[in-house]
């Protein structure tokens, strides 16, 4: 145990010299593709770290692109809304305005209804007059007036009836 811990210079120079054509062998073959492997790594890293920033910087631009369409597309759309808004109110007015022309040609029918049935029953009651004032002057006179003259006489007298109606009113 003691000749360990005494250093040997023969073991020594040997492992100095094996280590030394290590060195060497490793300089002379496998050096070169030791150094070609890391410089290849690094390009790789580097060719990676640059192909991220590209496709980083792409993402931000079709983001940018997406929020770009997405806001045309909010803004169509609500384009599209005030025009469906503003057509629905010209629809209504048009619905309105026919609607009121309905009315309006309903009111005037009805009114011409109104005015034939007045005439109708003003003929009516002129000619249930002139039969009873017939009648009665047939009963008072105990004669026959023809139906011609009866029916002048009461003209005239309904005619000034309206006349003086007329200026009453």
């Known amino acids: 145990m003691e000749n360990l811990?005494?250093?040997?210079f023969g073991v020594?120079?040997?492992?100095?010299?094996n280590f030394l054509?290590?060195?060497?062998?490793?300089?002379?073959?496998?050096?070169k593709g030791l150094i070609g492997a890391l410089e290849k790594r690094e390009k790789q890293i580097a060719e990676d770290k640059?192909?991220?920033a590209q496709a980083r910087q792409e993402a931000q631009q079709i983001k940018a692109d997406l929020d770009?369409?997405?806001?045309?597309i909010a803004?169509?759309?609500?384009?599209?809304?005030?025009?469906?808004v503003a057509l629905g109110n010209a629809q209504k007015e048009q619905i309105l305005a026919e609607t009121q022309k309905q009315a309006e040609h309903?009111?005037?029918?009805?009114?011409?209804?109104?005015?034939?049935e007045k005439n109708k029953a003003i003929s009516d009651v002129r000619d249930q007059v002139v039969s009873t004032a017939l009648l009665a002057a047939a009963k008072i006179t105990q004669q026959q007036i023809d139906q011609q003259a009866a029916t002048q006489v009461v003209d005239a007298v309904l005619q000034q009836v309206q006349e003086s109606g007329q200026a009453r009113a």
């Open 68 to 72: 770009a369409k997405l806001q045309d």
């Open 106 to 116: 309903l009111i005037a029918q009805a009114k011409v209804q109104i005015e034939a």
């Open 50 to 52: 640059a192909a991220a």
């Open 12 to 17: 020594m120079a040997l492992t100095i010299v």
């Open 21 to 31: 054509l290590l060195v060497w062998l490793l300089h002379k073959f496998a050096w």
């Open 75 to 84: 803004s169509q759309a609500a384009q599209k809304v005030q025009e469906a």
């Open 5 to 8: 811990l005494n250093p040997d």
